[in-house]
Nanobody, 121 residues
Framework: QVQLVESGGGLVQAGGSLRLSCAAS????????MGWYRQAPGKQRGLVAR???????NYADSVKGRFTISRDNAKNTVYLQMNSLKPEDTAVYYC???????????????WGQGTQVTVSS
């Protein structure tokens, strides 16, 4: 079994910063893409940022220039540095990883439980 555990969420004032972490554990053969998604109350879950195993990144337009995604493959961990936070960034942030548990044919699309980020104005 594999799992993702997010940490680093909290309450911050507008303009502040937070750094989210997500660590994968369990029976891991390899991890390809990892990413962060968020869901605000009454809204659908949407992409924040994704990063490939070799470091290529993609960001939602709403966070580009403010957020930075990174990963440490040795630690099976992905990070999201969030700067210049805005109230509209308030959401539950979920970690996602494309994990191969045994071979390249045993892919598991894995989600964490989420961590709350609240930005006050």
């Amino acid at each position: 079994q594999v799992q993702l555990v997010e940490s680093g969420g909290g309450l911050v004032q507008a303009g502040g910063s937070l750094r989210l972490s997500c660590a994968a554990s369990g029976s891991i053969f390899s991890i390809n893409d990892m990413g962060w998604y968020r869901q605000a109350p009454g809204k659908q879950r949407g992409l924040v940022a994704r990063i490939t195993r070799d470091g290529r990144t993609n960001y939602a337009d709403s966070v580009k220039g403010r957020f930075t995604i990174s990963r440490d493959n040795a630690k099976n961990t992905v990070y999201l540095q969030m700067n210049s936070l805005k109230p509209e960034d308030t959401a539950v942030y979920y970690c996602n990883a494309e994990i191969y548990t045994g071979t390249w044919s045993t892919r598991v699309d894995t989600w964490g439980q989420g961590t709350q980020v609240t930005v006050s104005s």
